[in-house]
T-cell receptor
């Protein structure tokens, strides 16, 4: 199946700094990518939908100035957590839909564990 | 609006016993339905999916699921559980080009 690579797998950063998480589709083109956040022992909550070449669509309650999303190419979307605080600590997962497969299935990255100290 | 309900937060079964994880969905049209498994600290692995056609879907690792439109359900089953099946299981509903909505998840514990 298609592969989505997320980097880094884990990151620890100091409060007030920014962290960038990359999501790459390795062997397919993804017009649309999605970013999810998962709190411990909870489900995945959609944060935003990232469309190549246009602005991301954020879910209600997600601060777009804090969680910057860039989808500059058909194989790469980035999520930047700006001025991170401890409450931003979470597991972030991206997914991408394969354009050539009619966008019918989403493939998930392995996730990024962010810890803000 | 689309939504998914997984009524069971935590299920414990003995190794070798059968398993059924429940999933109910709410969607305006024929949904795309998915079951994913997540091991601790890992991403999601697709077990199986339903788009159309045969309502009994076979997946990986011996799992299967049945789509029942009348009950708005897509329950996951396995005839004989292995200790390695212990994980978190998520049911999800989505549509072409749209995002996916996930259930709260069911944590499976397997007793020796």
């Amino acid at each position: 199946g298609a592969v989505v690579s997320q980097h880094p797998s884990w990151v620890i950063c100091k409060s007030g700094t920014s962290v960038k998480i990359e999501c790459r589709s390795l062997d397919f083109q993804a017009t649309t990518m999605f970013w999810y956040r998962q709190f411990p022992k909870q489900s995945l909550m959609l944060m935003a939908t990232s469309n190549e070449g246009s602005k991301a669509t954020y879910e209600q309650g997600v601060e777009k100035d804090k969680f910057l999303i860039n989808h500059a190419s058909l194989t790469l979307s980035t999520l930047t957590v700006t001025s991170a605080h401890p409450e931003d600590s979470s597991f972030y997962i991206c997914s991408a839909r394969d354009k050539s497969q009619g966008n019918t299935e989403a493939f998930f990255g392995q996730g990024t564990r962010l810890t803000v100290v | 609006a689309q939504s998914v309900t997984q009524p069971d937060i935590h299920i414990t079964v003995s190794e070798g016993a059968s398993l059924e994880l429940r999933c109910n969905y709410s969607y305006g049209a024929t949904p795309y339905l998915f079951w994913y498994v997540q091991s601790p600290g890992q991403g999601l692995q697709l077990l199986l999916k339903y788009f159309s056609g045969d309502t009994l879907v076979q997946g990986i690792k011996g799992f299967e699921a049945e789509f029942k439109r009348s009950q708005s359900s897509f329950n996951l089953r396995k005839p004989s559980v292995h200790w390695s099946d212990a994980a978190e299981y998520f049911c999800a509903v989505g549509a072409r080009s749209n995002d996916m909505r996930f259930g709260a998840g069911t944590r499976l514990t397997v007793k020796p």
